[in-house]
């Protein structure tokens, strides 16, 4: 059975930083680019960043451009997210993603793979 499974969210103050991790399991994930979407209450799920299986090419969505850092650890099947200089505007349900696409574009529509999500909150 196929398993991604996030941890490490929670509360932390604004300009604070969090890392959360997704381990994968079930499968083999070689060729899977993987990486992360986050929905906040009322609004619709949005890509964070995306990190390809090969050559670790890493994308990220503008809000969070130069503040969140994906990575990866093939060996693990785990990837992580390490959130810096956090706003109150980041707080969400982070969801881990796998696709055995690329890491460039990524819709929520074509993940092959979901994990449950783990909660997000950043005070003010």
């Known amino acids: 059975q196929v398993q991604l499974v996030e941890s490490g969210g929670g509360l932390v103050q604004a300009g604070g930083s969090l890392r959360v991790s997704c381990a994968a399991s079930?499968?083999?994930?070689?060729?899977?680019?993987m990486g992360w979407f986050r929905q906040a209450p009322g609004k619709e799920r949005e890509f964070v960043a995306a990190?390809?299986?090969?050559?670790?090419?890493?994308y990220y969505a503008d809000s969070v451009k130069g503040r969140f850092t994906i990575s990866r650890d093939n060996a693990k099947n785990t990837v992580y997210l390490q959130m810096n200089s956090l706003k109150p505007e980041d707080t969400a349900v982070y969801y881990c993603a796998a696709n055995r696409g690329g890491a460039a574009y990524w819709d929520s529509h074509y993940m092959d793979y979901w994990g449950k999500g783990t909660l997000v909150t950043v005070s003010s």
């Open positions: 990190i390809s299986w090969s050559r670790g090419s890493t």
């Open positions: 079930g499968r083999t994930f070689s060729g899977f680019a």
